[in-house]
């Protein structure tokens, strides 16, 4: 018997699995959906600091991501390809690279809200021990952090960062900081141009250990509950089909998405709902599922003047970003982002193209959305309405977003490089798209809006005495001895950033944790 099963491997699995078998008398087993692969074996268009076709082009999206898995982004859209990592790495192998931590005063939200010991103070130490960044002192942590110098900047990021400048947003050098906001250099988990994911950071180094297991293409149907306790888990292998693992404690890791269906499946959930798959009800759990949340994203599109066009098909898509507190919504501080885009996709023979982009992007997020399933068999992706911008504090911040992005194209030195500046997809002019009435805009805004694929929240972490949500702050679910969510489903509330580093520090907590109370 496993003392531990961990069920998925990516930004929050990788680190747990890596930390738990750190003790040679833990037997750890770690469960991943999609493949096991070793760094060698990485594509080039994977290091690539040019993710896009990475993200893009089918075939590697059948290899290493959830090819079928949909999202309706707001209510009035259809569902549409959503990005999600399926191979040991999780979504670190194939994210953005972008590795920055949570805002102080989200997590210091977290715990005021009853999430004991999630408090900036007692969660960013954690970030420290994993970061290698020189430039802040901090060294021989396993993820590196780079931030490439101007000289490696796209024309957006430099039209960016003189164009916010320009206008009284302040140069911020250091956007992993506890304080400041402003124009900054993204920091990215990369090593000498090459990414570092999860799986090289963590996983690499642990692969000798007797104690450890890692077993690709290992699909979790549910986990085995009895008499109110977690017994393992059953799974689908590739080389032997349909088997029963046990384990004294199950650790789901396989994120906002995958991690509410296999509770859902496991008969943890609302009760009409699983009644409805014909799924036995374990326990009612109404929460699980709910409280979805995503960053949305509207963009001032760039078609670039030929002189400002890359042909370097490596060339990153972004370097600089400008972060910023609107002061509207109970948004909090830092709450807002706007992000230069060098190239959105690829031109002819794999050139990036003439199109790049300024987006701004919610990252306080108060809407909420809903992971269902749209059946009890597990190969079946779930269903998913992100449901964004439906909360009016969310509308108020991105409608004055978009008068942020007008104000910026305005600006000589984003109106130099471009031949035309519209409105995301619309093919409207700013100066068109402002000038609308407050409906009209919300209405454009619905429909256009996309998402930073920062899936969170499903599986909601609340205080030890809350009777709702999923998780308590020891991240155990609510019911159910044995079993714990560790990755981005458990938040709260935003973590006001890009996720990755957030679930990695999930992941390590949720491993001292295990440790700390011999896996119960």
Known sequence: MYDVIVVGGGSAGAPAAAHLSADPGRRVLLLEAGRDWRVAEAPAAMQSANIIPFMNEPEYQAEWQWPRLLTRRTRVQTPRFYWRGKALGGSSAVNAQIAIRGVADAFDGWAEAGCEGWSAAEVLPVVDAFEDDPANGRRDGPIPVYRAPEALWGPVDLGLRQAALGLGYPWNPDLNAPTGEGVSCYPLNSRDGRRISTNEAFLEP???????????????????????????????????????IAARQVLLCAGAIHSPAILLRSGLGPA?????????????????????????????????????????????????????????????????????????????????????????????????????????????????????????????????????????????????????????????????????????????????????????????????????????????????????????????????????????????????????????
Request: net charge negative; with cysteine.
């Open 206 to 244: 642990a692969r000798g250990r007797a104690n450890l297991e890692i077993i690709g293409g290992a699909l979790v149907d549910r986990v085995l509950i009895a008499d109110g306790r977690a017994t393992g888990v059953r799974v689908h292998l590739a080389d032997r089909g349909w088997v029963e």
């Open 272 to 520: 009409a709902e699983l009644g409805a798959m014909g799924i036995p009800v374990v326990r009612d759990m109404a929460e699980v599922g709910r409280n979805f949340m995503d960053h949305p994203t509207l963009r001032a599109t760039i078609a670039l003047r030929p002189e400002h066009v890359s042909r370097d098909p490596n060339q990153r898509h972004t370097n600089c970003c400008v972060t910023y507190t609107s002061g509207l919504g109970g948004g909090g501080r830092r709450d807002m982002i706007m992000i230069g885009f060098n190239h959105r996709a690829l031109g002819e023979h794999g050139m990036p193209s003439g199109t790049g982009g300024v987006g701004a992007s919610l990252f306080n997020a108060f809407s909420r959305g809903v992971v269902r399933l749209a059946s009890p068999d597990p190969a079946i992706d779930p269903v998913v309405d992100e449901n964004m911008l439906d909360d009016p504090r969310d509308v108020l911040r991105m409608r004055d977003a978009v008068h942020r992005l007008a104000a910026l194209a305005e600006h000589p030195a984003l109106g130099g490089i471009a031949e035309a500046i519209t409105f995301h997809d619309s093919g409207l002019g700013l100066d068109a798209v402002t000038a609308l009435p407050s409906d009209a805009l919300d209405a454009l805004m619905l429909d256009q809006a996309a998402d930073a694929q920062h899936a969170a929240g499903s599986c909601r972490m609340t205080a030890y005495e809350e009777p709702r949500g999923v998780v308590d702050p020891d991240l155990r679910v609510k019911g159910i001895a044995g079993l714990r969510v560790a990755d981005a489903s458990i938040m709260p509330a935003d973590c006001r950033a890009n996720t990755h580093f957030t679930c990695v520090m999930i992941g390590t907590i949720a491993a001292q944790r295990i440790a700390g109370t011999g896996g119960t």
